[in-house]
């Protein structure tokens, strides 16, 4: 049962009918996987360890840079240099020590994402290149996994949930990725800095969402934003009998690295 | 003809139907080859575009690649 401690911090979320004491044990047994510690992850990692989503997992191999800070309002000016998974991880247990945090200091690939996301009830996708975001739709789709998916650029943001073999999936849309640097990335095309807090948050509410069983999951359309117009629109989608993972006939049943999609900084990453 | 783009109203001068390829011209689509295409619903093959009309009524939605996070 609960400490008196953790009666007086889950308050607000125990006295909300939607959530209460059962609600609050759910999300202490929960599990959520954030890929990425960056823009995205940033509010994602400090909402569900405020929320006391009890076991986390963040990936990332990059470290802290002056111009993450911006934007990436988990890392500090002091953090600069430091892995990007150990800051988010220390400001992580400040917030609620009840949250126990696994880092991943590396970058998903085919070779690892089945063992990392294996373990978890949810996963976020915080990244920012598309190999990492299709490879995400194609590790969680064959694992069975749900997940939300991010993307931001500029002004503009967009955010779907995905429940494998219930609603579309990243690939019933866009089917490949673009050819690389078709498509300009956040630091060649920039991106205000509130941007992927509030896609972030949303991606948040949809893991506590799945995992307190409550409400309606952004399944089944995209939810697209404007900041500079503040207009939000949501795209009603249906599953695509085509998509190459989860259509009829699907041509990808193993996780493949999109090497296509890799940009230069990416190649320079790795 | 009239038609709903991205929640819009939108007009075509002067035809009662285009192919899909068309209306990305018609329409100036920014990044028009990169384009998803979304059709009453249904997300359109681009291989399709040539032999995909649209008409009077229709509801075309164009979705774009979204790729920053960080």
């Given at each position: 049962m609960f400490s008196e401690e953790q009666i007086q911090r889950y308050s607000r979320h125990i006295i909300l009918k939607e959530v209460g004491g059962k609600g609050q044990k759910r999300l202490l047994d929960g599990k959520v996987l954030i890929i990425g510690a960056g823009g995205l992850g940033a509010p994602i990692a400090l909402y569900l360890a405020a929320a006391g989503v009890g076991t986390i997992g963040i990936a990332d191999a990059d470290e802290v840079d002056l111009s993450n800070l911006q934007r990436q309002v988990?890392?500090?000016?002091?953090?600069?240099?430091?892995?990007k998974v150990e800051s988010a991880r220390e400001k992580m247990v400040a917030i609620n020590p009840d949250v126990s945090v696994r880092t991943y200091a590396e970058w998903v690939s085919a070779a690892n994402i089945g063992a990392i996301i294996a373990d978890y009830d949810f996963v976020i996708d915080g990244t920012d290149n598309f190999a990492a975001k299709f490879l995400i739709n194609d590790a969680c789709v064959l694992a069975g996994k749900p997940y939300s998916h991010g993307g931001i650029l500029q002004f503009d943001g967009q955010t779907m949930t995905v429940v494998p073999g219930a609603s579309p999936c990243y690939r019933c849309i866009f089917p490949a990725p673009p050819p690389k640097d078709a498509i300009p990335s956040c630091s060649q095309?920039?991106?205000?800095?509130?941007l992927p807090g509030v896609i972030g948050t949303i991606q948040a509410t949809e893991a506590l969402k799945f995992l307190l069983k409550k409400g309606d999951l952004l399944t089944g359309r995209l939810l697209t934003y404007s900041a500079l117009r503040m207009k939000f629109r949501e795209v009603p989608l249906r599953r695509n009998a085509?998509?190459?993972?989860?259509?009829?006939?699907?041509?990808?049943?193993e996780a493949v690295d999109e090497?296509?999609?890799?940009n230069v900084c990416d190649l320079e990453r790795k | 003809m009239d038609l709903t783009v991205n929640g819009k109203p939108a007009t075509i001068d002067g035809k009662e139907a285009v192919n899909v390829t068309t209306l990305l011209v018609e329409l100036k689509v920014p990044q028009a080859e990169y384009v998803t295409v979304e059709l009453n619903g249904e997300i359109l093959l681009r291989g399709d575009f040539d032999t995909t009309q649209v008409r009077e009524g229709d509801g075309v939605e164009f979705l774009y690649f979204m790729g920053g996070g960080n």
């Open positions: 988990i890392h500090f000016t002091p953090d600069v240099g430091k892995l095309a920039g991106v205000i800095g509130v085509n998509c190459p993972v989860c259509g009829d006939n699907p041509t990808i049943t090497l296509d999609a890799l | -």
